[in-house]
């Protein structure tokens, strides 16, 4: 049985059938769970111990709900409290009424508490330096003053991040299938695949490059304690086992690795996204074939998305280009 006229969200809501008598009070979630009270106890005493009242006030709102209801919930006597059949609906329907009201509220609370958890968020610089500032900006704009913190992390130190709760999520390169498992990747950008090289390396006047050629050059790599899956791609992409590819310098980031390539040590397998950090003290020679490139975007995992995680998630989208 649906109320004749209670409080919802604030505001009056009234059955135009029935006429408004100002001397009943109006119905709160108060008398409902008065009501739950006394009709799972059948005694009054008890039911105003449980809700830590006096039994007058707990009389008064259960005669103020059958008034305003218009009906009769409960057969009592001096020996015995009982429900009436209405009694019996009318429990039924309040039960669910509260626990919607509880459910609202909790869900109200957890909204507001999301929308002021500081952000963690992991990236790798180099990849990441042409999109970060157009993520970032992008979601100030959806959630303003909303904290978020950069941790610049390797690509493992990031999926174990991620999957430990550490990190909310990670702007970076599109983990390999195996590492996926419980993490959703949405692409931002796709860069061509090639190397870097000095500008006086006879590579740096070609329009392209095979990566048949690039197999027997040395090459200047990130260091693979740090970073192994660099060497699976670059191996897999050069199709030449590990343990052949002619490494003459191992470095611990981006900038190091354009500083070796520049003074002519060797040549570098890298994304294009490199020469936002190097500029023009290298040239990008790309690959002559165009199956070769690398994704960059957000990770993070696949449940339990907060509120500022989908506006994350709506920021990258945003700043999404494939071209």
């Known amino acids: 049985m649906l109320p004749r006229r209670y409080k919802e969200n604030g505001a009056q809501v009234v059955d135009d059938i029935v006429e408004y008598n100002p001397e009943i009070e109006e119905m709160e979630l108060r008398h409902l769970r008065y009501f739950i009270a006394v009709a799972e106890e059948l005694n009054f005493s008890r039911a105003a111990q449980r809700l830590h009242v006096s039994q007058a006030p707990l009389s008064r709102q259960i005669r103020s709900l059958e008034a305003e209801l218009k009906v009769k919930l409960l057969d009592r006597n001096t020996q015995a409290v009982r429900l009436t059949r209405v009694g019996h609906a009318v429990l039924s329907r309040s039960r669910k009424l509260v626990r919607d009201a509880e459910s609202l509220l909790a869900e109200a609370q957890m909204i507001e508490k999301e929308s002021q958890e500081e952000l963690l968020i992991g990236y790798a610089p180099s990849p990441t330096a042409v999109i970060l500032s157009s993520v970032l900006c992008r979601y100030q704009e959806l959630s303003p003053g909303a904290g978020l913190t950069l941790h610049d992390l390797t690509h493992t130190e990031m999926l174990s991040g991620l999957k430990a709760g550490k990190l909310h999520a990670a702007l970076t390169i599109r983990p390999a299938a195996g590492e996926m498992r419980g993490l959703k990747f949405e692409t931002i950008r796709r860069h061509r695949v090639g190397i870097i090289c000095s500008n006086s390396n006879p590579l740096a006047q070609q329009p392209n490059v095979c990566p048949s050629v690039v197999a027997t050059s ?106």
């Open 218 to 323: 040395e090459l200047v790599v990130y260091r693979a304690r740090e970073f192994p899956e660099y060497h699976r791609w670059v191996s897999k992409i050069l199709r030449v086992s590990q343990g052949r590819l002619i490494v003459v310098q191992e470095c611990t980031d981006a900038l190091s690795v354009v500083a070796t390539v520049e003074s002519g040590r060797g040549v570098a397998v890298v994304g294009e996204f490199i020469t936002a950090v190097a500029g023009d003290r290298v040239r990008f020679v790309p690959f002559v074939s165009g199956a070769h490139f690398q994704e960059v975007g957000l990770l993070y995992r696949q449940s339990g998305l907060g509120e500022n995680i989908r506006k994350l998630v709506a920021a990258s989208l945003a700043s999404k280009q494939l071209t």
